[in-house]
């Protein structure tokens, strides 16, 4: 073996030395596995450099100088590599589960034992360390990285961030500019719902509304459509705004709808921004009476934030049609009508035999909504169509019915006898006269 580089030239005379380096003994090999395998489980293995077979002496001098401090590093590799066990047993620098193998086996010789066991004390682990984002170079320097937003300090002359903003002057969980729904609070019956499922279709926006002027909306016209014309009372519908700019469909205009019920004036009903499609959709509340519906714009041209001109669509009306109930007791209709106010007039026709339907009678609503007519008057299967008349708070409505009035025959006079005077000779024979 060549001790060119283990550090023990300045004591190649020395006894212990030239021990060291001599080839060791049958006996002294005798427990080489044993110690070798005590070297292995007194250290944590190392990855292997590949120098020298697997098993071989090379491969185990290998794996004892990387678990042995620089200071027995050449000692341990002569140990090892020569078998020298019983006198490097005397340094007492073998590792303690080797160094009480080594008593046991050369303690007759003076092999000293193993020095007492140092409590192991564990190292302190680091604090983990945020993993960064895949988006995240190594070159990127922290102050470079985004935080979210919710953690973001608004920047001295910035916009707040979206946390900050949704806690100030708002009370849902986002705005009506964020979600497009229909803003105001209508009143009364009939009235547009605020934020339904059919609310406005305008586009959200990301960032928060910091109330700076919107830039203005040029439009020419505004119009209006409605679901329907008719519902029954309760019944529900939408009308639609729609904004044009010289045919164009305008996007971002402010529209306001009016609403009237019967002769009244306009009201407000709520307010909606248009989107993509120039659109905003309002659905109504269940309607009781008559509602008249209308969209107003207002068109800033000069961005003063005051209205230049005002658009006004047509009008779109959504009747109330009152639910009529018909039945008969006898030669009596009975009517009864919801959604009909106390004394509205109801008719009662009879078609002429020339094919003309003949007004027969007219009756009022008490305050339940309740009439009835006699149809004595007629025999037979009497049919008669009850109608009830339009108003300015519901429409008109009328059904047909067929009533059986049963035939009164009428009272005869019943014959009374009288006594006359029989001639003689003529018995069995009389006269009866009635009167």
């Known amino acids: 073996m060549s001790t060119e580089h283990d550090d023990l030239e300045e004591f190649e005379d020395s006894p212990l030395v030239r021990a060291l380096r001599a080839p060791g003994t049958p006996e002294e090999l005798a427990d080489e596995a044993r110690f070798v395998a005590a070297f292995a489980a007194a250290r944590r293995p190392v990855a292997h450099s590949g120098r020298g077979g697997r098993g071989g002496r090379g491969g185990r001098g290998g794996r004892v100088l990387g678990r042995i401090g620089v200071g027995g590093a050449a000692l341990l590799a002569t140990v090892t590599l020569t078998g020298g066990v019983a006198a490097a047993a005397y340094t007492q620098r073998l590792p303690h589960s080797v160094q009480v193998l080594a008593h046991d086996a050369f303690g007759g010789v003076g092999v000293p034992p193993a020095r007492p066991a140092a409590p192991r004390t564990r190292a302190p682990r680091p604090a983990p360390t945020a993993t960064p984002t895949p988006s995240a170079t190594a070159s990127e320097r922290p102050e470079e990285r985004r935080t979210p937003d919710g953690e973001r300090s608004p920047r001295p002359g910035g916009q707040p961030s979206i946390g900050d903003d949704a806690s100030v002057g708002t009370t849902g969980a986002s705005s009506p500019e964020a979600t497009g729904t229909a ?59 729609v904004v044009r700019d010289h045919g164009d469909l305008v996007e971002g205009a402010e529209v306001t709808l009016l609403q009237r019920h019967g002769t009244s004036g306009w009201t407000r009903a709520g307010t909606a921004v248009t989107g993509q499609e120039g659109t905003a959709i309002f659905a109504t509340g269940p309607l009781v009476e ?39 007791s006898g030669p009596v209709v009975d009517v009864h009508a919801v959604g009909a106010g106390t004394g509205d007039a109801i008719t009662v026709s009879r078609r002429a035999a020339d094919g003309r339907l003949e007004r027969i009678g007219i009756r009022r609503l008490d305050d339940r909504g309740d009439a009835s007519y006699d149809l004595s008057a007629w025999t037979g299967r009497v049919r008669v169509l009850v109608r009830v008349l339009g108003t300015s708070t519901h429409t008109a409505v009328q059904r047909w019915i067929t009533v059986r009035v049963p035939r009164v025959p009428s009272a005869t006079p019943s014959p009374s006898a009288s006594p006359s005077a029989e001639p003689s000779g003529s018995a069995g024979s009389s006269t009866t006269t009635g009167s």
């Open 183 to 241: 803003t105001g609070s209508p009143s009364g019956s009939g009235s547009p719902s605020v934020g339904g499922s059919t609310g406005p279709t305008s586009p959200g926006t990301d960032e928060p509304t910091t109330g700076a002027p919107t830039p203005p909306v040029g439009a020419t016209s505004v119009g209006a459509t409605a679901s329907t014309r008719r519902v029954v009372t309760g019944g529900r519908a939408s009308v639609t705004g």
């Open 290 to 328: 008559t509602t008249t519906f209308r969209f107003r714009v207002e068109v800033d041209t000069d961005g003063d934030a005051e209205a230049d001109r005002v658009l006004l669509s047509r009008k779109r009306r959504i009747g109330v049609q009152p639910i009529l109930t018909l039945s008969s």
